[in-house]
T-cell receptor, first 120, second 112 residues
């Protein structure tokens, strides 16, 4: 159980292109999903928290107009990297929080396999 | 601001050896701590989750301990195998919103 599917697994595109990454919880409903970014040989850094039916909450230093997040259903969140440039090349990973019993229950997060984005 | 550090950054051991990975965090006000495994170019696989009220969790050859007051956790791997080779990450959940702060990772290589 608790499978999270992330698509695509790899994207190579030209500078200026917008790229959409999908994150789906396959066998559970996720009110909250998270988007992380990982540079080579570094750890994961939280970019934003995606809440179903409301605006995403971005971490300090993350441009919300650059990284558009949409969480239109309980099983799907999307991250769109708008007008991508080479410095946006990175490994993007999403996670979905298991349903909990309370608002601050801090349930386990289940991670997708990541998307390797390469901007030429 | 929570900071999570893992020592060592890299570790190479012969097959069959028992080993310990270390994780330390600066703010002890956490909800839980998780250990993850990450294979090259892949996402994260959750190994163990310890709630703040717990001292340890076990799964197969893995045992994780938590000393919240001192801000430390260890992951013990018994009888290591080449298939255990991966990067191991610890992460703490603190504050509202279930935000995870990840450590820098330990890259483990188990050699035949």
């Amino acid at each position: 159980g608790a499978v999270v599917s992330q698509h695509p697994s790899r994207v190579i595109c030209k500078s200026g292109t917008s790229v959409k990454i999908e994150c789906r919880s396959l066998d559970f409903q996720a009110t909250t999903m998270f988007w992380y970014r990982q540079f080579p040989k570094q750890s994961l850094m939280l970019m934003a928290t995606s809440n179903e039916g409301s605006k995403a909450t971005y971490e300090q230093g993350v441009e919300k107009d650059k990284f558009l997040i949409n969480h239109a259903s309980l099983t799907l969140s999307t991250l769109t990297v708008t007008s991508a440039h080479p410095e946006d090349s990175s490994f993007y990973i999403c996670s979905a929080e298991s349903p909990g019993t309370g608002i601050l229950s801090n349930q386990p997060q289940h991670f997708g396999d990541g998307t390797r984005l390469s901007i030429l | 601001k929570q900071e999570v550090t893992q020592i060592p950054a890299a570790l190479s051991v012969p097959e069959g050896e028992n080993l310990v990975l270390n994780c330390s965090f600066t703010d002890s006000a956490i909800y839980n701590l998780q250990w993850f495994r990450q294979d090259p170019g892949k996402g994260l696989t959750s190994l163990l989750l310890i709630q703040s009220s717990q001292r340890e969790q076990t799964s197969g050859r893995l045992n994780a301990s938590l000393d919240k007051s001192s801000g430390r956790s260890t992951l013990y791997i018994a009888a290591s195998q080449p298939g255990d080779s991966a990067t191991y990450l610890c992460a703490v959940s603190a504050g509202g919103g279930n935000k995870l702060t990840f450590g820098t990772g330990t890259q483990l290589k188990v050699e035949l």
